[in-house]
Nanobody
Framework: QVQLVESGGGLVQAGGSLRLSCAAS????????MGWYRQAPGKQRELVAS???????NYADSVKGRFTISRDNAKNTVYLQMNSLKPEDTAVYYC????????????WGQGTRVTVSS
């Protein structure tokens, strides 16, 4: 059994910063790609940023230059540093990981809410 637990969400004013963390635990042999997604009210879940096991990153155009994804493989943890936050960044942020034990499966965290006030 694998768990992804996010933390770091909250309420922040526009222009502020937050750092999200997501720690994986359980039966883990290897973690491949990890990513952060978000879902705003009334909208579909969208990819925010992803990072491979080797550190290659990918960002949605809407967050390029403001958000930074990183990971600590020794701690099975992925981070999302969010700067210059805008009200349109308000959403529930979900962590995702492709995690291998015997086979590789995709796992999701429970989500952490980020609210940016104007």
């Amino acid at each position: 059994q694998v768990q992804l637990v996010e933390s770091g969400g909250g309420l922040v004013q526009a222009g502020g910063s937050l750092r999200l963390s997501c720690a994986a635990s359980g039966r883990i042999r290897r973690i491949n790609d990890m990513g952060w997604y978000r879902q705003a009210p009334g909208k579909q879940r969208e990819l925010v940023a992803s990072i491979t096991s080797g550190g290659t990153t990918n960002y949605a155009d809407s967050v390029k230059g403001r958000f930074t994804i990183s990971r600590d493989n020794a701690k099975n943890t992925v981070y999302l540093q969010m700067n210059s936050l805008k009200p349109e960044d308000t959403a529930v942020y979900y962590c995702n990981g492709d995690i291998q034990w015997l086979a590789t499966h995709s796992y999701w965290g429970q989500g952490t809410r980020v609210t940016v006030s104007s």
